[in-house]
């Protein structure tokens, strides 16, 4: 539910009047100042927060075939500045119920050299971030356009340090390491992935991401002449056409995430407030919780098991998902091969390939009938490439088979042709009741809350590299909180139990093991949010082992967020509540740390039984040695725990019922 109070009404003119005028809109806190600038020239907007300045006078124009650019802009009309109470409920993420505020305007231009350009700029300005983003107005029926370039541009003040993600091209799995220097030092013509940050004196921070991207074309920033500008991905054959649109559109929103609290940036819930609400009526079938990826492990089972695409090994993960609270079993593959027919090589389709048609032996429905007697969800693999052709088909046979949802791989690109694949996925699944996991996809942009069955995308470099590389270190998993986690649930193949030390990591292809502490491992289900929480080892490496149960009972959609302290790079510590208990969790990076934990957050008069596990004081030997201790805490205690290099904790509170 919204309501809307007016602050401010400016008439439209018509005319130049408005020229040599600055549009002034504050956040409803004052603390953030949004300008926007029209001098016979390109339009312009600059961002400030506590009087500091972000962002300096930077562009805002775009490029069509049809009308060319903007040269000498003019506002002709400033809708009333309006304030608006936003409250509503959000089915899956990491809060239930968001309340927010925000100012909202419209602007209009024209060009005076180009009657025919008409564009619009539409303004939020939240508590804690700036989102604006462009309209295009239809002024006839079926008009279209052709966007060739979105130059909008970010001249960030000062020389922040940025920490993000380069890539070499718009073809990219957005996995990579991420590069932190000052901005400066960042080469002219470096295509970044979002969202990027930025950290500024004073501790300011700053990020830079997208929301709602839907039929158009994603966004990077690329450094050019100093300042930062939007690239979009071009759609698929050639590099100048990026978005093609018919009749009225608008771009996705253009978000500057602020604080001067590094943890507001994670609580922060500006993606899903600016995407739609969704439409949906029936969502009682949306449930998230942890699945099984044998794949990741090797598909090890025992001895006395036939191993293969088959009954027999499905049944005997499906057994351990029934006995250990997991919700979902995901079938993948064997042997190097996929469940599906496919003559194809490494996972990729080949000339003949049906994933309707299990490989021989394998009884897809026999095996879903099997796990639902068993109260366990079965899940599948499959490449775009195999799914998309046989879409509608693919779906209503697996709707009739009993499957509940799947992994959607190798996606690699974010123009808009892919989006709007990725969006017709979505949308078709949810009509047979499948929830989807985008794998080798781009960032979340808010739209969970449009299209609640996408539980989660990965986007970043995660821990199925252990089994090839050892590249995502304790400090990489950090990276990725301050970036890729901004933009909201982070597949990450978690669950991996057997750690060792960073020093003493070993690449393993089958039973692979992880890098830093079992606690470390543990928190990554806290400090993470993730709708598809995996526990990606085999069986036997979690039974019987300390830990274990924290992985058979961690919720995977959470009633609130709070991030209690974080410092870039080294530390942080984030609290999630399910319910009436809390869950806390910290990593640290290879140095390790001390940290305190202050449960002043706690409802007051409320006592709570804590389990906290901790990195054992051998732990940076033998990494998966942990303590386990219980208190009784409430909002006037204070904690302080020791993490080792690489390590981690996990606190698990009880409300104690009076």
């Known amino acids: 539910m919204s309501k809307i109070f007016i602050l401010l009404i400016f008439l439209s003119a018509g005319n130049a009047a408005f020229a040599q005028e600055k549009l002034r809109i ?7 100042i949004f300008k926007i600038y029209a001098y016979n020239t390109v339009p312009s907007y600059s961002v400030s927060y506590k009087s500091n300045s972000i962002i300096e006078e930077s ?25 608006v109470l936003d409250n509503y409920n959000l089915i899956i993420g990491k809060t239930a119920k968001v309340k927010t505020k925000y100012r ?6 024209s060009d005076k050299t180009n009657p025919a350009y008409f564009l619009q700029i539409e303004i939020k300005l939240f508590n804690d971030a700036v989102a604006f983003r462009y309209l295009f107005p239809a002024k006839k029926a079926n008009e279209t356009f052709t966007i060739l370039d979105e130059n909008t541009s970010f001249n960030f003040a000062g020389n922040p340090v940025i920490k993000a993600l380069l890539v070499p091209n718009y073809i990219t799995s957005h996995e990579g390491l991420y590069t932190t220097v000052p901005l400066s030092s960042i080469k002219n013509d470096t295509l970044m992935d979002m969202p990027a940050l930025f950290q500024f004196p004073h501790h300011i921070y700053a990020a830079v991401t997208e929301a709602n991207l839907q039929d158009y074309a994603g966004m990077y920033l690329c450094k050019t002449d100093g300042i930062l500008a939007t690239k979009l991905s071009p759609l698929p054959g050639q590099a100048v056409i990026k978005v093609r649109a018919v009749k009225t559109f608008h771009s996705p929103w253009r978000v500057i995430l602020i604080s001067d609290r590094l943890g507001a940036l994670i609580e922060s819930n500006v993606l899903t407030s600016l995407c739609p609400q969704t439409l949906y009526k029936n969502t009682a079938w949306i449930k998230t919780g942890t699945t099984t990826f044998p794949w990741w492990n090797g598909t090890v089972v025992p001895a006395n098991i036939n191993g293969g695409n088959n009954f027999e090994t499905n049944k005997y993960f499906i057994d351990f998902c029934t006995a250990n609270n997991i919700k979902y079993h995901t079938v993948v593959e064997f042997g190097g091969h996929e469940w599906y027919s496919n003559d194809g090589e490494g996972y990729q389709p080949g000339k003949n390939y049906d994933v309707t048609k299990p490989v021989d032996g394998l009884n897809m429905k026999q095996v879903c009938d099997y796990a639902k007697s068993k109260n366990v969800g079965i899940r599948v693999w499959v490449h775009w490439k195999a799914l998309y052709p046989l879409l509608d088909e ?71 590299n252990h089994k090839w590389n050892k590249l995502v270190t304790p400090n990489a998993d950090l990276d990725v909180v301050f970036t890729r986690l901004l933009a909201g649930s982070t597949d990450y193949h978690l669950g991996g139990f057997n750690a060792l030390p960073v020093s003493k990591f070993v690449v393993q292809n089958i039973k692979p093991y992880t890098m830093g502490t079992r606690c470390h491992m543990l928190a990554m289900y806290v400090v993470l949010e993730n709708e598809q929480g995996m ?25 609130e967020t709070k991030v209690l302290n974080a410092e870039v790079d080294k530390f942080i510590t984030v609290a999630r509540r399910k319910n009436n208990n809390w869950y806390i969790a910290s990593i640290a990076d290879s140095t390790g740390k001390i940290i305190n934990i202050d449960c002043s957050f706690l409802l007051k008069g409320k006592n709570y039984n804590a389990k906290i596990y901790s990195d054992a004081s051998d732990a940076n030997e033998y990494a998966n ?10 909002n006037a205690t204070k904690l302080s725990l020791k993490m080792q290099p690489g390590g981690g904790n996990i606190i698990i509170l009880q409300q104690i019922e009076k």
């Open 26 to 32: 504050s956040s409803p806190d004052g603390n953030i």
């Open 59 to 83: 562009q805002i124009n775009m490029h069509f075939a049809e009308t060319g650019k903007m040269h000498q802009a003019y506002i002709t009309a400033i809708a009333a500045i309006t304030e």
């Open 104 to 109: 909202r305007t419209v602007i209009s231009f």
């Open 394 to 464: 693919a779906f209503k046979t697996f709707e009739e088979w009993g499957l509940a949802g799947m992994m959607v791989d190798f996606m690699d690109r974010d123009d808009q042709e892919m989006v709007n694949i990725q969006t017709e996925i979505l949308q078709k699944a949810a009509a047979h009741h499948l929830h989807i996991q985008f794998h080798g996809a781009y960032k979340p942009t808010g739209l969970s809350r449009t299209y609640p069955n996408e539980f989660t995308r990965e986007g970043t470099l995660n821990y199925e």
């Open 535 to 559: 526990l990606c080892d085999y069986p036997a490496a979690y039974l019987g082992e300390p830990g274990f149960e924290v992985l058979r009972n961690i919720p995977t959609t959470w009633n």
């Open 625 to 634: 040695h942990l303590t386990i201790k219980k208190i009784k805490v409430n």
